[in-house]
């Protein structure tokens, strides 16, 4: 009886094709809206994830996300080494200064200070050049990205020079960064450089980054440096949360995606379900027919679950690509780079294609189920 | 419960059937009595309206009457459980409609196998066996036409075919010839008498068309839920 429910559904050409189209709409919103999400979500991190070489980052107290920073004074960086525990504790600056090419192109700027001794923080993906060229005179890093909103066309050139707030910045090393939030160039100098390019306030300390000594989990290490300093301290991964549950409580961005994706789910019901319906009462006679013969209704019903289940999985599939191409054919553009399909992405769009096929499929059953075999005689 | 009847297929008595309910009852089959016997072709005929198709509805038990006995194949029906109901038309009754109600999407032979997939055997050999039925039915050239490629009458043999393929004691057909002209109509009549008709089977016939009377062993007159006469044709 399989066979019988495939060639139902695969032979009427354009009903199956519909109901697959329809699925796969939904799957392809639904998936691609949550990438771009979470993806967004993830920049705003991009600052944190990109700093591997410590454990632990430390702020002020009221400080809510990476973004928004109230700089600490040089003391509080003596209070967070004095905490037992700690393997070692640095500067990190972290500014928005304008950088300005020679031919007038010009962008606000990440600058992200590093210790001048340790360069902790710095990045670890190096496309050109070494990162102890910070070493030189008003030498920054800057990534890839926004190198090439500078100098978009030519190969990758060391030794050109930028302005950062008017003062001459010299590029000695072209990275990889994560792509972040604003699609702001990021740029790497030392401590004392930066401060060149900000010019000098009473406290420059945006971050402290900490890292425990061997056997001192990095959460324990956190709880330690509050409780002792009264400053607020976050492992990497936590601080990242906090990053992102801010831009969720405070922005319209969930909001936006979360509609999309509502839509996406009720179109998706709606089509799929009157479609898979419709498909349904056309076969109603043959239905009749089939349980007038002798078929069960718990047999029918498995076949219009076959059904769905294969307009489902063919739909969820088609979706799923559509989204995994769309970000493939736009990874080296570079406002849309970093986007992909998060393996937990697939997963719920898969569940929610499940609930989807199983409401339009419920319909469709009810109804079957309900037939009156007699109904085949009165033709 | 199984009422000893060996050479009758359908026995009723006293049958009645009610629609609807209060004040908007309207009683279809009045207290009917009939026997059909096995081994020829029963035919029942009457104005429209006069509770053919229900009768051959509670005889397939895909209605239940409000009174009355009645036993099919030596089972009484309403001792059956729903899923046993189910069971017993699958693998005792064949059914032939006025509109064929052919799988469009299938071919003719496995249209034909539908009874036996049903049962669960295997699809290539309820093909196979279905074929084998439609060369016999005359139908060889035609297996792997889908029913929008065949005539009405065509039509009507795969119809026949997917009736008699489980080798059904009891064949039920709803005006098998009402969509066909008439010599289309005495050939599938002629091919079902030949297919059909066996000393251990039924078939009964729900007909407005006269012309195919002579196919019967007996032809049962009905009127307002009643039977008026039953006429007995040649035997065989």
């Known amino acids: 009886m399989n066979y019988i429910a495939l060639k139902m559904l695969v032979d009427d050409r354009a009903k199956y094709l519909g109901l697959i189209f329809s699925i796969a709409f939904a799957a392809f919103l639904i998936s691609h809206q949550c990438s771009i999400f979470a993806g967004l979500m993830s920049r705003t991190t991009s600052q944190i994830k990109d700093v591997t070489d410590a454990s632990v ?51 606000t700027a990440i600058l992200m200070g590093l210790d001048d001794a340790s360069l902790a923080g710095a990045p670890r993906n190096m496309l050109v050049g070494s990162i102890d060229s910070l070493r030189e005179p008003d030498a920054v890093v800057i990534d890839l990205a926004g190198y090439r909103y500078f100098y978009p066309d030519g190969p990758l050139e060391l030794g050109r020079e930028l302005e950062l707030n008017d003062r001459r910045a010299r590029i000695v090393g072209i990275c990889n960064a994560s792509a972040p939030f604003q699609t702001f160039p990021v740029m790497f100098s030392r401590y004392s450089v930066a401060m060149n390019y900000v010019g000098p306030q009473r406290n420059m300390m945006s971050f402290i980054l900490a890292e425990p000594k061997p056997g001192v989990p990095a959460r324990e290490l956190a709880a330690r440096i509050g409780a002792e300093t009264g400053l607020k301290a976050l492992t990497g991964p936590a601080f990242g949360w906090a990053t992102i549950m801010y831009y969720i409580r405070n922005t319209g961005i969930p909001v936006n995606f979360g509609i999309t994706v509502i839509v996406a789910l009720i179109v998706g019901t709606v089509v799929s379900g009157q479609t898979f319906y419709i498909f349904a009462i056309e076969n109603m006679k043959h239905f009749g027919a089939l349980k007038a013969i002798g078929v069960t209704d718990a047999r029918l019903t498995g076949m219009i679950l076959l059904q769905a289940a294969l307009v489902g999985f063919i739909g969820y599939a088609l979706g799923i690509c559509m989204t995994t191409v769309f970000f493939l054919a736009t990874k080296d553009i570079i406002h849309l780079r970093g986007f992909i399909v998060y393996g937990e992405i697939a997963a719920g769009t898969f569940f929610i294609i499940l609930f989807i096929i199983a409401i339009a499929s419920l319909l469709s059953i009810r109804r079957v189920r309900n037939l009156e075999p007699a109904a085949v005689f009165r033709g | 419960m199984n009422i000893p009847s060996p050479k009758l297929a359908v026995r009723c008595r006293s049958l009645t059937k009610d629609f609807g309910s209060a004040e908007t009852q309207v009683r279809v089959l009045h207290g009917l009595d009939i026997d059909i016997p096995l081994g020829g072709i029963t035919m029942l005929a009457g104005q429209s309206g006069c509770g053919k198709t229900t009768l051959l509805s509670i005889i397939a038990g895909l209605l239940n009457a409000t009174s009355g006995d009645l036993s099919v194949l030596g089972n009484s029906l309403t001792a059956l459980s729903k899923k046993e109901a189910v069971l017993f038309r699958r693998r005792n009754l064949g059914f032939i409609f006025q509109q064929y109600n052919l799988l469009p999407t299938l071919t003719a032979a496995e ?29 060889g050239a035609r297996l792997h036409s889908r029913p929008a490629q065949l005539s009405g009458g065509q039509q009507q043999r795969v119809a026949i075919a997917r009736a008699i393929i489980h080798s059904p004691r009891l064949i039920l057909c ?25 000393p251990d089977r ?24 009643r039977i008026k006469s039953i006429e007995t044709k040649n035997q065989t």
């Open chain 2, 111 to 139: 249209n034909a196998a539908v009874p036996l997939l049903g049962d669960g055997v295997p699809l290539d050999e309820a093909v196979g066996r279905a074929s084998t039925l439609l060369e016999r039915l005359g139908l």
């Open chain 2, 174 to 198: 709803d005006e098998p010839t009402a969509a066909l002209d008439g010599k289309t109509g005495h050939d599938v009549m002629q091919l079902l008498a030949e297919a059909a008709v066996e």
């Open chain 2, 202 to 225: 039924a078939v009964v016939v729900v007909t407005h068309d006269h012309r195919i009377f002579d196919f019967a062993t007996q032809v049962a007159h009905m009127e307002d839920g």
């Open chain 1, 57 to 107: 980052w430390v702020m002020d107290a009221s400080v809510q996300y990476v973004d928004e920073v109230k700089a600490l004074p040089e003391t509080e960086l003596y209070r967070v080494r004095a905490v037992s525990g700690v393997e070692w504790a640095v500067r990190l600056f972290k500014g928005l200064p304008t950088a300005k090419a020679a031919d007038g192109r010009f962008r």
